[in-house]
Antibody
Framework: EVQLVESGGGLVQPGGSLRLSCAAS????????MSWVRQAPGKGLEWVSV???????YYTDSVKGRFTISTDDSRNTLYLQMDSLRVEDTAMYYC??????????WGQGTLVAVSS | IQMTQSPSSLSASVGDRVTITCRAS??????LNWYQQKPRRAPKLLIY???NLQSGVPSRFSGSGSETDFTLTISSLQPEDFATYYC?????????FGQGTKVEIK
């Protein structure tokens, strides 16, 4: 059974940093494409970033230069390093397996709140 | 690519046939997925590549369409189907979602 468990969310001031983690079981993170998708409170879904199994990474324009996606093979974990956080980054962040044509497995999410 | 769903919300009764539409701002072939999200839960994949039912999803859900116009149909609405539904294009990054359609109990 595949499980994705996110952690690392919390309250941070504008300009601050957070690192989100997504611990995987039942699948090997480095052998799959993995994405982060976020959802602002009461709003819709927004794709944030993907890391392909070959290592290529892509980001939505609003986070380019501020967020970094990565994986740790030894921990079978996906990360999202978020720097220079803005109020508009406030959202629930989900990790997902990205099949390049759909997101089939999702974690339960971790909440990031950016506020002074 | 912008994805536009209609309606934004609808009220329906158990047993009703429900149709939700999704329009892409350019052709996306059949690279269109549908997700269901219940409150305080992660989204769940229902339909991929416009018309393929994800494993374990009830057959009352179906999808159709191509190019720019797509439809999600629930043939007979069940109590557990009251939720918000999102379409998503997988034609090109950035992957984009529709704004969602909330299905409520009449």
């Amino acid at each position: 059974e595949v499980q994705l468990v996110e952690s690392g969310g919390g309250l941070v001031q504008p300009g601050g940093s957070l690192r989100l983690s997504c611990a995987a079981s039942g699948l090997t993170v480095s052998s799959n494409h993995m994405s982060w998708v976020r959802q602002a409170p009461g709003k819709g879904l927004e794709w944030v970033s993907v890391i392909y199994s070959g290592g290529n990474t892509y980001y939505t324009d609003s986070v380019k230069g501020r967020f970094t996606i990565s994986t740790d093979d030894s921990r079978n974990t996906l990360y999202l390093q978020m720097d220079s956080l803005r109020v508009e980054d406030t959202a629930m962040y989900y990790c997902t397996r990205d099949l390049r044509d759909s997101f089939d497995y999702w974690g339960q999410g971790t909440l990031v709140a950016v506020s002074s | 690519i912008q994805m536009t769903q209609s309606p934004s919300s609808l009220s329906a009764s158990v047993g009703d046939r429900v149709t939700i539409t999704c329009r892409a701002s350019q052709s996306i072939n059949s690279r269109l997925n549908w997700y269901q999200q219940k409150p305080r839960r992660a989204p769940k994949l229902l339909i991929y590549s416009a018309s393929n039912l994800q494993s374990g999803v009830p057959s009352r859900f179906s999808g159709s369409g191509s190019e720019t116009d797509f439809t999600l149909t629930i043939s007979s609405l069940q109590p557990e189907d009251f939720a918000t539904y999102y379409c998503q294009q997988s034609y090109t990054t950035p992957w984009t979602f529709g704004q969602g359609t909330k299905v409520e109990i009449k």
